[in-house]
């Protein structure tokens, strides 16, 4: 009886309980949210005069990272952890190079 009424809730989508729903709705959130800042901070690049190259790798880096948390849902687990690695690689190089550009730049000094 339980069972039968569950089913016929509206909040019963494709196969999903509701709590499945509702956390689906918030992973598809944090993801369009981060997009939307990701996308922020690839326009506001033109601010940053001195770090440009590090801004735009570091931006890329992040909002690839964000924009594979909704994706989850439709690739394969392992697929994702190799995104998620490449994008905190994307990350790191655009770190490392504002780094080695600090260097060079006192060294050049």
């Known amino acids: ?6 089913v016929a809730s509206p909040l019963y989508i494709s196969g999903f309980s ?4 509702v956390l689906w709705g918030l992973v598809l959130l944090s993801g369009l ?3 939307v800042c990701g996308f922020y901070l690839l326009y506001v690049d033109s601010l940053v005069v001195h770090h440009t190259m590090f801004f ?8 690839l990272f964000v924009i594979t948390a909704p994706v989850v849902f439709f690739l394969p687990f392992e697929f994702i952890h190799g995104v998620h690695s490449f ?23």
Do not use: C, H
């Open 1 to 6: 009886m339980w069972q039968a009424s569950f």
């Open 56 to 63: 735009k790798i570091v931006s890329a880096g992040l909002l």
């Open 18 to 21: 509701p709590v499945e729903v």
């Open 87 to 109: 994008a905190a690689f994307v990350v790191s190089a655009g770190l490392y190079t504002i780094l080695r550009n600090d260097q060079l730049n006192r060294d050049g000094s």
């Open 33 to 35: 949210t981060g997009a």
